[in-house]
């Protein structure tokens, strides 16, 4: 079967860094995906791992174990903007993708 | 990136009518296209994909009977929940590939079921 697990809800302060994790077990694997999503609003794409190792994008980066079926999201420089739900997502061959349950980020001042 | 339109963006609707949600590429064309469904504080649950010129793929547990796809074309796919009740309140979401093997998400269409 294919399973995705996160973490439901995290905290961090204004202006830390905030790594969130995600595991995986899925059959066919062909990259991990990460998504921001705001309350009431569709995802947008945020990185995409295929190979091991980090995606540097700004102010996020993305990480990538495919042996051990576990990547991260790295957020640095926490702005409040950036309260949102973080999915992580697993495409399989064939492209059908499956979502984590999302992780809800909260930055306090 | 691509964009994706879904119109409309909030429909209210008496238990027992149809509902139809649009979900067009704008700037591309999208041979398959995917029909995600999400509850209040859950992830995206993919409900269907759908494919150009045939027959949508649903995932297990999802009435095709009740949940009607239609892609006619390269830029528009249809869903259409018929006899909706109030559980299929729910916030739907279409999504199409792009180049890069990511997906593309329309802004969604928050239905409600009275």
């Known amino acids: 079967g294919q399973n995705i697990d996160q973490p439901t809800e995290m905290t961090a302060t204004e202006g830390a860094i905030v790594q969130i994790n995600c595991t995986y077990q899925?059959?066919?694997?062909?990259?991990l995906f990460w998504y921001q999503q705001h309350a009431g609003e569709a995802p947008t794409f945020l990185s995409y791992?295929?190979?091991?190792g980090l995606e540097e994008k700004g102010r996020f980066s993305s990480f990538l174990s495919r042996s051990k079926g576990y990547s991260y999201l790295l957020l640095k420089e926490l702005q409040m903007k950036d309260s949102a739900s973080y999915l992580c997502?697993?495409?399989?061959?064939?492209?059908?993708?499956?979502f984590g349950p999302g992780t809800r980020l909260s930055v306090l001042p | 990136g691509a964009v994706v339109s879904q119109h409309p963006s909030r429909v209210i609707c008496k238990s027992g009518t149809s509902v139809k949600i649009e979900c067009r590429s704008l700037?591309?064309?999208?041979?398959?296209m995917f029909w995600y469904r999400q509850f209040p504080k859950q992830s995206l649950m993919l409900m269907a994909t759908?494919?150009?010129?045939?027959?949508?793929?649903?995932e297990q547990g999802v009435e095709k009977d009740k949940f009607l796809i239609n892609h006619a074309s390269l830029t528009l796919s249809t869903l259409t929940v018929t006899s909706a009740h109030p559980e299929d309140s729910s916030f739907y979401i279409c999504?199409?590939?792009?180049?890069?093997?990511?997906?593309?998400f329309g802004p969604g269409t928050r239905l409600t079921v009275l």
């Open positions: 997502a697993a495409a399989n061959y064939g492209q059908n993708f499956v």
């Open positions: 899925t059959s066919g694997f062909n990259g």
């Open positions: 791992n295929v190979l091991d």
């Open positions: 700037d591309f064309q999208a041979t398959t």
């Open positions: 759908s494919n150009e010129g045939s027959k949508a793929t649903y």
């Open positions: 999504s199409s590939e792009g180049d890069g093997n990511e997906q593309f």
